[in-house]
């Protein structure tokens, strides 16, 4: 089969991509203000929302990273998302109502309402920084693919500019459309994504020369390990996928990730009610499973397919793996026929942008809305100047300003991340995840002391912030871990910093006593 990409690929992709310009232009002449560009009049229908929360959570990690971790394991990953859809529940029941009912840009905005505006302006610093180390780190796995795409290879050098292409598009079309066209576009992507992961299986099913049944025996006994093994029952701290860390860990990390990251609970306050937003949000975890199995399906049959030559005979492949961060690219570009090539590769630019544009609308938002806003306020009344800190009353154009910034400084990480994760040698999944924890884990214990009881106040909040910071890089594995020989894997780093974070936050006493 002949190797790169045709004119018929590249046609597929640049077609996907003006369309996407498309529906960015278009959105953006209906846009009012400030407020609509970041909320969309709370119009969203739930369906287009759930679509969205599913396209970002998925995003190029899934893509490319699901595929490697059942190509070197098995699916004890999958079984993570019981503990999501739980978290999902929760989220929904208990953090939605309160969040949209406080009427605020952003959920910042809300702890602003119950600790004053510092409060606001230090949980939006949190998150701007999150959110920059973990979808800098996504754009970065989807230069992967692309950089295989145009160069053939993934070297430093070939990321680079790749890296620095899908900054500049996905930065261009969300600033034309606010978060409307974020989320009709990512309807589009998840079905773009979802198509290609499907095509890809079935061309796996083809090429490999034995039936299902035989397959499925293979993966039963891949040399003495059971890649289709779900439950991982293992009592370790260091296995990020075991039982206990689905059910307990990624419970209370997938509440942080869902219910405190601006990034994800915009959409929901796009809803045309907080019911809706609800629902939209739980049911996006539970249909992420069948989605994210699917890519997970494409690694197990990538190992059958690369690793065992002894039962693909004359079909073996001919290019080795020597990276496992590249295995699906690398099958993409080698063993996929024109035009269906150019449509996984759609689907991958479609996972990245998906995060990529939510992120920067989600960022931008909170820059302007907790941060721009009441410095420019304070800067007025030191004038003797009243000035609304409303978001209505910033310009369009100071909220697009504010998307390129917000684009360039995550395309800016993205290739940093080119560094820090080949330092690391972690897997691209774990990567991304991780580096979460340093705003998310804190700021879960912050939101619940402010959703649950009437304790804290500002000063509680700073230390519980700072806190959880300090105790996160303290788990990193080369700090006190490696120091008394034992592995903690990230999803538990939000079950130890988030109930400290919430006992320090917890103990401030509330202003009016």
């Not at 498309?22 to 959105?27: L, N």
């Not at 190509?71 to 949209?100: E, H, M, N, Q, R």
């Not at 910042?108 to 973990?134: I, K, N």
């Not at 290739?415 to 991780?434: E, K, M, R």
């Amino acid at each position: 089969m002949e190797q790169g990409f045709g004119w018929i690929d590249w046609l597929i992709i640049a077609a996907y991509m003006g369309v996407m310009l498309w529906i960015g232009g278009a959105v953006g002449r209906k846009q009012k203000d400030s407020a609509y560009f970041f909320l969309g009049g709370r119009t969203m229908p739930a369906w287009a929302v759930a679509l969205s929360v599913i396209a970002t959570s998925l995003s190029a990690a899934t893509f490319v990273g699901a595929p490697e971790i059942s190509f070197k394991g098995d699916l004890s990953y999958l079984f993570t998302y019981a503990g999501a859809c739980i978290a999902g529940f929760i989220v929904a029941l208990w953090f939605v109502p309160t969040l949209y009912r406080a009427g605020t840009v952003t959920i910042y905005g809300y702890l602003g309402q119950r600790y004053g505006e510092p409060a606001t302006m230090a949980a939006s610093v949190m998150f701007l920084l999150g959110r920059l180390l973990s979808s800098g780190a996504r754009l970065f796995m989807a230069g992967i693919g692309f950089a295989l795409m145009w160069y053939g290879d993934t070297q430093t050098h070939q990321l680079v500019p790749v890296i620095i292409v899908l900054g500049l598009f996905g930065t261009f079309y969300t600033a034309c459309g606010g978060i409307r066209a974020v989320i009709w576009t990512e309807t589009i992507q998840f079905s773009v994504v979802v198509a290609a992961a499907g095509a890809s299986v079935w061309l796996l099913l083809r090429a490999i020369p034995m039936p299902v049944s035989d397959i499925v025996a293979v993966l039963r006994d891949a040399n003495g390990v059971d890649k289709l093994r779900l439950l991982d029952t293992r009592l370790d701290a260091g296995a990020p996928y075991t039982v206990w860390a689905g059910l307990f860990a990624m419970t209370v990390m997938t509440v942080s990730t869902h219910g405190v990251d601006h990034d994800l609970v915009q959409r929901v306050l796009t809803a045309k009610s907080s019911w809706r937003g609800g629902l939209a949000l739980f049911w996006s975890m539970v249909v992420t499973v069948p989605v994210v199995f699917l890519f997970m399906v494409i690694g197990l049959l990538l190992y059958v397919y690369y690793q065992r030559p002894d039962l693909m005979g004359a079909s073996a492949p001919l290019d080795v793996i020597t990276d496992t961060r590249r295995v699906f690219p690398q099958f993409v570009l080698h063993h996929i026929p024109t035009g269906i090539k150019g449509l996984i590769m759609a689907g991958l630019f479609s996972s990245a942008m998906s995060t990529f544009n939510s992120a920067i609308n989600a960022m931008a938002s909170s820059l302007v809305a907790d941060l721009y806003l009441p410095w420019a306020s304070w800067r007025a009344r030191r004038r003797g100047v009243t000035l609304s800190s409303d978001i209505s009353m910033a310009k369009l154009s100071e909220s697009r300003l504010a998307v390129g910034l917000i684009g360039a400084a995550l395309t800016a990480f993205a290739v940093g991340a080119v560094y820090l994760q080949q330092a690391g040698g972690d897997t691209l999944i774990n990567f991304a995840l991780g580096v979460m924890a340093y705003a998310l884990a804190p700021l879960l214990g912050v939101f619940c002391t402010a959703l649950f009881t009437r304790r804290g106040n500002i000063v509680s909040v700073y230390a519980a912030l700072i806190t959880g910071i300090v105790l996160v890089q303290l788990l990193q594995p080369y700090m006190v871990p490696g120091w008394i020989g034992v592995k903690i894997a990230f999803p538990w780093w939000w079950v130890i910093v988030s109930p400290v974070c919430f006992v320090i936050c917890a103990s401030g006493r509330p202003k009016q006593d």
